[in-house]
């Protein structure tokens, strides 16, 4: 069974950057497709990014009805079990828990997603 592990959270100012990473360790990560979700308290886990195992990725769009696609950037390397989320241009909202999660399909439903990492914190600060 694939254990996931999150890492590269922290405090940063807005404005700045911060690379999440996900170990995948138990499992192979290319047959999984994986993504990056994301929590604040008393509110639902949001979708931000997902990537297929053929590469193909998938962005979310906040409840503002802004697109995360471009100060996001989700990649993966099967060699390294590694999946990673870029975020650059941090804002105060993007303050969360950030999860990683892997799947058997393609999906941006919560729900679809079998393996959950711990969470890693970011706060970013005004």
């Known amino acids: 069974q694939a254990q996931l592990r999150e890492s590269g959270g922290g405090l940063v100012q807005a404005g700045g950057s911060l690379r999440l990473s996900c170990v995948v360790s138990?499992?192979?990560?290319?047959?999984?497709?994986m993504a990056w979700f994301r929590q604040t308290p008393g509110v639902a886990r949001e979708f931000v990014a997902g990537?297929?195992?053929?590469?193909?990725?998938?962005?979310?769009?906040?409840t503002k009805g802004e697109s995360l696609e471009g100060r996001f950037t989700i990649s993966r390397d099967n060699a390294q079990n590694l999946v990673t989320l870029q975020i650059d241009a941090l804002k105060v909202e993007d303050t969360a828990v950030y999860y990683c999660?892997?799947?058997?399909?393609?999906?941006?439903?919560?729900?679809?997603?079998?393996?959950w990492g711990q969470g890693t914190q970011v706060t970013v600060s005004s």
């Open positions: 138990g499992g192979t990560v290319s047959i999984y497709s």
């Open positions: 990537i297929s195992t053929s590469g193909a990725t998938t962005y979310g769009i906040t």
């Open positions: 999660a892997g799947a058997y399909s393609n999906s941006v439903r919560e729900a679809e997603y079998t393996y």
